[in-house]
């Protein structure tokens, strides 16, 4: 729902996930974080990078607002969101001239300027035995979000870091597995023909929407466009736990549902 760039969904992995456990980032010497407020989203993995600084471990961030985190980083940086996949261009660019490598994106950034910093956090994750970049709900939710995805990655194979991909709620990788994805079955079973992602099914204005838990105004990436699409429709069924008044005003039939707890 909060999802608008689809482009490498085919390349995506079975799940998107961490490359290791969740102790595995207490034990990292070096943590790049991407568009991620650790503490609201995954606060175990917070507490686990707060256990790698204790310990000596260097930590960087890039977020396009200002997060607070519960460990000290050597670099918070607050950039425009439209930058994000530019500043990560540069980081690509520095850790291939730190490293002496190459890579299939090299033509892409060789043009960007260089960057101290950069070059810094490069030689960072060059030298650390243990490195991860996390990456997190903000950029999973970038519009250009398959570009950071690209990025990101291409970074690891240069400088030998994990990527950790962070996912929404409590059970994402479980709808990932069961094939609650439009462009594969369960255990990444391939169909014949793929569906509509979320963001395809409100451009398409279809004539039935059926919602599962969910709040148009809250928890779409356009809220909006969802409004609009489901204003349209013939049919709303909504199946949830609350009956609020904007989901009496979309809704055909509200079934009720039972919260967890």
Known sequence: LRQTDFDDQDAMPL???????VADIGDQQTIFLVGSDLRQAQPILAWKCRKA?????????????????????????????????KVLGKLLKAALKVSGKTHALASQVEKLDDCSQAANLASALIDAE??????????????????????????????????????????????????????????????????????????????AYLLQGLEPGLDCANCFLA?????QADCVIAM???????LKAVADVILPIASLG
């Open 130 to 207: 243990k490195a991860a970049i996390i990456v997190g709900t903000m950029a999973m939710h970038h519009p250009n979000a398959s570009e950071i995805r690209a990025l990101c990655h291409a970074i690891a194979d240069v400088t030998g870091a994990s990527v950790n991909a962070l996912t929404d709620g409590a059970n994402a990788r479980g709808a990932w597995l069961s094939g609650c994805v439009p462009h594969r079955g369960a255990m990444g079973a391939t169909l014949e023909t793929s569906g509509l992602d979320a963001q395809a099914m409100l451009k398409a204005k279809l004539n």
């Open 15 to 21: 799940s998107p996930g961490l490359s290791g456990s």
């Open 240 to 246: 949830s736990a609350f009956v609020t008044d904007e």
């Open 227 to 231: 409004k609009e699409a489901l204003a």
């Open 53 to 85: 600084q204790l310990a000596g471990a260097r930590l960087f961030a890039i977020n396009p607002y200002r997060v607070d985190y519960n460990f000290t980083l050597e670099r918070n940086c607050t950039i425009n969101l439209n930058a994000m996949p």
